[in-house]
Every structure is written in structure tokens, then in C-alpha cells.
């Protein structure tokens, strides 16, 4: 996955703490589902731990997916690296909250994983179709951000992502799962924005 400013679609960048376990499903997940998009998916953590594989049931997972875990490797977030994203999808408020204290003009296109599943929901709930300067990702994270009045916010718990971190399997097996949950909707709206705004520039 790369993180080129150039990709037309637009690039999305996912945070966790160690970027060996959350981050790297959620990014390699949905790389996979964006795969006939030109949008890239990259991941980096707030505490990194630089260099190293994802965690190996993490890579079994996609493996059993039929997903490749290869070519991975942590990397620490920067600023400049949040801010050559059109789109931060996060594990947790808390890791969102470390973004945007980063970069404070990131405020309104960083997202806990849970928070831009829902807003997204409600973007293909009311039918409407992200168009707008800049990136495909771009505009559909104005739609959301514009969704965010009618969705009920979820608790903080109910935002995080669970970290399996050291965990036992079934730790990893409940952040699997929450992940796999969050997923559709994001997928659907992001797919949707590139195949629309496609078919208008055609």
C-alpha cells in the first residue's frame, strides 16, 4: 500500500498504538475491499513499534482470508504523515484525539473506525452521493462529517476497537470481529463515491 499524495482516489490512513495488530487488519482488510478503486490504504501507530511484523495471529487471520500479510512493517505516526491523508480512521477516540492534537486541521477528517462506520451508514441511508473538489475519499468524508447531526453518538467504549495486544486469542478473536462489522458500511460508501464521481467525469 502507498501513501502517494498523487493516487487520484484519494489515500486513507489507519491509526492504532503499536500498528501490529488493529491498524494492520483494518488496513489490509480494507485495501483488499477497495482493491478496484485507486484509493490506497497505509496504517502507522502512536506508539509504534518501528520495523516490526504484524503480530502473527493477525497475519494468520488474513492469511485464512485470503489476504497476504507480507511486505509489512510498523511505522511511527508523524504529523506530516496524517496530513498527506484524505481520510484517518482510527481504533479508538483516544488515538483520534492524538491525531488531531498533531495537526489540528485534521479535526474534521479523523475518525474513530466505529464513529465513520455509522456516519457512513447514514450517508447510504439518506442516498446521498459525495461529490466535491479533491479526492473521492475527500468528498466522501464531507458527506459523513455532514451526516453527523443525525447520527447518536456511541459511548467511547463502544467506539474503541479492543486491543489484543499480548491478549489472549479470544481478545483478538473480539477485535476481528468488531472490525468485520464496522467494515460494510465504509466500504459501500467509499465505492460508491469513487464509481460515481467516476462515471461523471467519464
Given at each position: 500500500?502507498t501513501?502517494g499524495s498523487d493516487?487520484?482516489?484519494g489515500?486513507i490512513?489507519v491509526?492504532?498504538?503499536?500498528n501490529?495488530?488493529?491498524s494492520p487488519?483494518?488496513e ?5 475491499a ?8 497505509s496504517?502507522?501507530?502512536t506508539g509504534?513499534?518501528?520495523d516490526?511484523e504484524?503480530?502473527p495471529?493477525?497475519?494468520?487471520r488474513?492469511r ?9 512493517s510498523?511505522?511511527?505516526l508523524?504529523?506530516?504523515l496524517?496530513?498527506?491523508?484524505d481520510?484517518v ?6 488515538h483520534r ?5 498533531m ?6 477528517r479523523t475518525?474513530?473506525?466505529a464513529d465513520f462506520?455509522?456516519l457512513?451508514?447514514?450517508v447510504?441511508d439518506t ?7 479533491g479526492?473521492?475519499?475527500r468528498?466522501?468524508?464531507?458527506a459523513?462529517?455532514?451526516a453527523?447531526?443525525d447520527?447518536?453518538a456511541?459511548t ?5 476497537i479492543?486491543d489484543?495486544f499480548r491478549?489472549a486469542?479470544?481478545?483478538f478473536e473480539?477485535m ?5 462489522r464496522?467494515?460494510p458500511?465504509?466500504?459501500a460508501?467509499l465505492?460508491r ?6 462515471s461523471v467525469?467519464?
Amino acid at each position: 500500500m502507498t501513501d502517494g499524495s498523487d493516487v487520484r482516489d484519494g489515500t486513507i490512513l489507519v491509526v492504532c498504538t503499536g500498528n501490529v495488530c488493529r491498524s494492520p487488519y483494518i488496513e489490509r482488510r480494507l485495501a483488499a475491499a477497495l482493491e478496484k478503486t485507486d484509493i490506497s490504504v497505509s496504517s502507522a501507530g502512536t506508539g509504534a513499534l518501528v520495523d516490526s511484523e504484524m503480530d502473527p495471529r493477525v497475519a494468520q487471520r488474513l492469511r485464512e482470508s485470503g489476504l497476504r500479510p507480507d511486505h509489512f512493517s510498523a511505522r511511527q505516526l508523524t504529523a506530516e504523515l496524517a496530513a498527506s491523508a484524505d481520510l484517518v480512521l482510527c481504533a479508538s477516540r483516544s488515538h483520534r484525539a492524538q491525531v488531531v492534537r498533531m495537526n489540528p486541521r485534521l479535526l474534521r477528517r479523523t475518525y474513530a473506525l466505529a464513529d465513520f462506520s455509522d456516519l457512513a451508514q447514514r450517508v447510504i441511508d439518506t442516498g446521498t452521493i459525495p461529490s466535491g473538489p479533491g479526492s473521492f475519499v475527500r468528498s466522501a468524508t464531507q458527506a459523513a462529517e455532514e451526516a453527523r447531526a443525525d447520527v447518536q453518538a456511541r459511548t467511547n467504549e463502544q467506539a474503541e476497537i479492543v486491543d489484543p495486544f499480548r491478549q489472549a486469542d479470544k481478545i483478538f478473536e473480539q477485535m476481528f470481529t468488531q472490525v468485520d462489522r464496522l467494515m460494510p458500511p465504509i466500504v459501500a460508501l467509499l465505492t460508491r463515491s469513487s464509481t460515481d464521481r467516476s462515471s461523471v467525469t467519464e
